[in-house]
């Protein structure tokens, strides 16, 4: 199973709406969530890419240690277009990543699933939550559960070519400042297309910093395995 993991190492000074701008520690936390990923031994293929073409010279010794495990990583980074990400805001940026993955990335030309999780952030459990996915279903969970009108972006999965078809262009609608953010255009996809969305099988244990917000993630398992059980009963949609 293919995990792409998205990520921008050095933003540019135009965009606003982030709080962590800081290259050296936006580097040390990529580093370290592709260190967690790759020793969950979740996945067999990880494309990571990252949008500020600050290159992934300092990313490659992980290569190594992913091999070591038989598992095959990538890393990808090139100039997204700072003038339209800075009208249009992050989301738009996080578009133009996977956009570029689908078209640049070799691993993931051959894969027909993918999950993919926002870097600098952990997911304590994805090991179990690959464990139990079917590969034919789309899984997106809600952020939070006072939030019904939204999926979550952070982590999602989906078989490739549904992507391709249907959210692969859907960035270019984002507008941060009009309250059009990803999450609500993908929704909006899943909606008009009518997509039949299944919780993830084990609620996704998400550790790390917003980049934009500055918002801790983090969790409690006792309450965790509460929502394990709600997740599995897809009581985390929109409605």
């Not at 010794?61 to 095959?72: F, G, N, Q, Y």
């Not at 600098?120 to 139990?132: E, P, Y």
């Not at 939030?147 to 859907?170: C, E, H, S, V």
Request: overall charge positive; aromatic content about 12%.
């Amino acid at each position: 199973m293919l995990a792409i993991i998205t990520g921008t190492i050095k933003p540019p000074f135009q965009m606003s709406q982030l709080i962590l701008r800081d290259e050296k520690e936006r580097l040390r936390q990529y580093e370290e969530s592709l260190c967690s990923i790759i020793d969950s031994k979740a996945f067999s293929r990880i494309v990571f890419c990252e949008n500020s073409s600050y290159g992934t010279e300092k990313l490659l010794h992980l290569v190594d240690a992913a091999e070591r495990k038989d598992i095959i990583l990538e890393l990808l980074s090139f100039q997204g277009n700072i003038e339209k990400a800075c009208i249009h805001g992050k989301g738009y940026g996080e578009g133009e990543i996977m956009d570029y993955v689908f078209s640049h990335s070799e691993i993931a030309s051959k894969e027909p699933y993918f999950v993919k999780i926002t870097g600098r952030l952990k997911v304590d459990n994805i090991k179990d939550i690959t464990a139990h996915l079917n590969q034919e279903k789309t899984y997106f969970n809600i952020p939070n559960r006072t939030r019904r009108d939204l999926y979550d972006t952070r982590i999602y999965g989906m078989p490739a070519r549904q992507f391709k078809k249907l959210f692969l262009d859907a960035y270019e609608q984002v507008m941060d400042e009009q309250g059009i953010f990803l999450e609500r255009v993908y929704t909006q996809v899943i909606q008009e297309n009518r997509i039949k969305v299944t919780n993830f099988p084990r609620y996704p244990r998400i550790v790390g910093v917003s980049g934009s917000g500055g918002s801790v993630y983090g969790y409690t398992e006792w309450k965790c395995r509460v929502k394990d059980l709600f997740s599995r009963m897809n009581l985390y949609r929109v409605k």
